[in-house]
């Protein structure tokens, strides 16, 4: 299965599980979840579809056969995605990376598309891939079909074949976020012009896809067949998906342009780096209740105190523990631009758990911005209908 960028308000997810290398520059991950139905799908085709087709060969030529059609259909999915990617770039929408997990792939966009007409090229080009693919593979059985040593690469390539033309057709179903919803959305977002209407009509219908998907699983499961298990999670996969996508817009609507400088903290509370542990939860942390705070050393910001970090150290340590010694030191992931969007800060905010960013300016630290700021920020917009 396919699907995009899949963020919320309250948890949005940032780049996760091990990277492998980049393709066009795009950097490529590939989540631990994937490592699941690797082994699952190819402990199925060894010990289910290739004894059938090849009933005379042996159990290590079925698992050999079952490994490779397992990587080779995550390249698929791969070349999938890398083509919505590059697409996508070429229309000036960012792209941040590419994810491999359980369900298939995902390109992770870090805004929406700017045009119809971009969202609708970005969307097509990965289900013409998974048909290019299916046709490639095809022509490959094909020609094995005429060798006398190609039985083993027909019936793999034929299989690639199938599992390709399935990806296409599936991600043609009109059910945001798959590439036929986006498809859906762009045809109504071109002929209303409206992006927040189109996209609640889409993920409506996405809704819709998994419930059905859900309910045919369920009836399979309930007749015996164990394998409607997966519709049922791929359903329920996309009822979430379609909501998140639908609550991502709504929050970057609501910030729309609004920027760090306008919602953070300016009168920052900071703590010394020679105060003990002790008297920093009891005076600070208790006292203001924060969960961070900067840390300054003769008057220079040197790092982040975190009440998470203090629990970790042993409760007689505190009174010869410093604050100092505690922080967190400064770096990127925690220090934003006063003119950074407060969509981004949202972003790199739920990337983290210290739950706030320093703001950092030409003239050092001028203010912090947290969940809260912008929580607050996006409830009143959305109240007043900002």
Known sequence: MDGENRRTAGRLQGQSGLFVGRLAGIPIYVDYSWFIIFILLTYALAAGYFPQIFPTRSPVVHWLLGAVASLLLFVSV???ELMHSVVARRNNIPISGITLFIFGGASQMTDEPGTAAAEFKMAIVGPLTSLVLAVIFYAVARVAATQDWGS????????????NFILAVF???????????????????????????????????GIGVAYTLIFFGILSVLSGNLSGIWLVLIGWFLQNAAQRSYQQLLIRR????????????RDVITVPADITLDRLVEDYFFRYKHATFPVLRDGNLT????????KDVPRELWS????????????????????????????RIAQGDAGRLLVIGEGGLEGIVS??????????KQQTGG
Do not use: C
């Not at 043609?172 to 009509?201: E, Q, Y």
């Not at 790092?303 to 203090?310: H, K, P």
């Not at 410093?322 to 981004?344: F, S």
């Not at 969940?371 to 009143?380: F, G, P, T, V």
């Open 78 to 80: 791969l070349i999938h």
């Open 152 to 163: 083993l690469l027909v019936g793999l390539s034929l299989y690639l074949t199938v599992i």
């Open 171 to 205: 991600n043609l179903v009109p059910g945001f976020p798959l590439d036929g919803g986006r498809v859906l959305r762009s045809i109504i977002w071109r002929i209303t012009g409206d992006l927040t209407r189109s996209t609640r009509i889409a993920a409506y219908a």
């Open 254 to 265: 609501s910030l729309g342009e609004v920027k760090v400088k306008q919602i953070m903290t």
């Open 303 to 310: 790092g982040l105190v975190v009440f998470n970090d203090i």
């Open 320 to 347: 010869g523990t410093t604050a100092g010694q505690t922080a967190r030191q400064l770096t990127p992931d925690l220090e934003i631009a006063p003119d950074d969007d407060a969509y981004n800060a949202l972003e």
């Open 371 to 380: 969940r809260k700021d912008i929580a607050e920020l996006i409830s009143m």
